[in-house]
């Protein structure tokens, strides 16, 4: 008998090279400007040698709190006041009290005087830092942080969306119906939610391509198209227009314009713009993107909570997966991403753990084929997760809206 030599399917020269692990800057990010100790530590996370906390409070605020922690604290990042002396007493207490052990850096908006910043160069900042170097989302802190002050000063209602993205590795694997059932199932009132349901937006950015609004029998009322076209700003008066209600399910939509635009057509500016806006009217925004790698993708990464690629256990598209992964986490290190097997039920434990192995991270969630509820969903223009409550798809995302439910109340979350 003639012996056949088998390769496995992934090998070790297709994973990257380990760099051993250094031990990670704990580093504190504070400022009390809407937003902007999130955007500011987002940026700061993209190292990978800094361990990074936010808390949206100014330097005084968080001191003077009962449960302000500073133990092991090694890099600490404030927002700049001019003109508050606490602020300065409170650098020259932390200097003589941690020494050169705390290394204390100041961000900064506004142009400061030479007079301000050499007092506080004075107080023990090593480094006053311009926002427009702590990455792309921190260039729309101030903006955003305006659209909340201006809500709440008349009299309207902000939110803390959670954004979550949703792309496929490959035709074929239901990226779209998973992001209508996340938005269904989000939607739907909790054990602990008081029956008050959450208020979650479903956006296409798949313009070029994306069925979204058609599986459900909706249409883009040409907002979309507009702001496209550069004669609409993403603002919330844009929001009213451009998303529709979807009563059976509970959620608003923002589907793919009739007529078809490049997908260059779209800026970084204006993503980052339009997922801002989303994030202060809704508690949750799912994400349904184009397969191939656009320019305005990095917005998305750094605003994502939490990013989903879809896929199946195939020896390409496990290899596309992580190429996807290495190339969405390469500037954005903290980047949550959550791996997706859809279609397929779940094969030996040998293959599976060959598949993990080679992407680093455990194949938790799996959706099995549903053809006969799938059939059902597109006959009556409906997510699968309301066609078929009780279908094994429904049942497998559980766990999934659970954990991003869980998130949501996390108050060491992102806050806009």
Sequence with gaps: MTEVAISPRFTDADLPVA?????????????????????????????????????????????SREDADLTGL?????????????DIAIIRELK???????????????????????????????????????????????????LTTQ?????????DAMVLAVCGAAGGVGTTTFALNLATLLARPDKTSKGEPARVAVVDLDFQNGVLGASIDLTDGGAYLEMLQGQASPNQSFLKRALESYA???????????????????????????????????????????????DWIDAVLARADRFFILGDTSVHTVRQI???IDLYTDDHAALPVQVVVSKEKKPGAAHVKEAEHFLGQTLATWLPRDDK?????????????????KAPVSRAMGPV?????????NSNRRRA
């Design 19 to 63: 760099a051993p692990k250094a031990v990670r800057t704990r580093t504190l990010m504070l400022s009390g400007t809407p937003g902007m100790a999130e955007m500011v530590a987002r940026g700061l996370a993209q190292d990978a040698n800094l361990d990074v906390l936010h808390k949206p409070f100014g330097l005084a605020d968080y001191i």
């Design 74 to 86: 090694e890099l600490l990042v404030f927002e700049i006041r001019p003109g508050n002396d606490t």
């Design 96 to 146: 003589r009290h941690f020494g050169d052990d705390l290394q204390i850096l100041g961000v900064t908006g506004e142009a400061l005087t030479l007079a301000t910043a050499r007092t506080l160069m004075e107080a023990g900042v090593a480094e006053v830092i311009p926002l427009s170097n702590t990455q792309p989302q921190a260039d729309h802190a101030a903006s955003l942080g305006a």
């Design 151 to 159: 809500a709440e000063t008349t009299g309207g209602e902000t939110r």
């Design 248 to 294: 059976p399910g509970g959620f608003d939509v923002m589907a793919a314009p009739v007529t078809l635009a490049p997908l260059d057509a779209m800026t970084p500016d204006m993503v980052a713009r339009l997922i801002d806006e989303l994030r202060l009217a809704y508690d949750y925004v799912v994400l349904d993107l184009p397969r191939v790698v656009v």
């Design 322 to 324: 992580r190429r996807m």
């Design 373 to 389: 509820a799938a059939a059902r969903a597109r006959a009556h223009g409906q997510p699968m997760a309301l066609s078929g409550p």
């Design 401 to 409: 809206v659970d954990q991003i439910r869980t998130d949501f109340k």
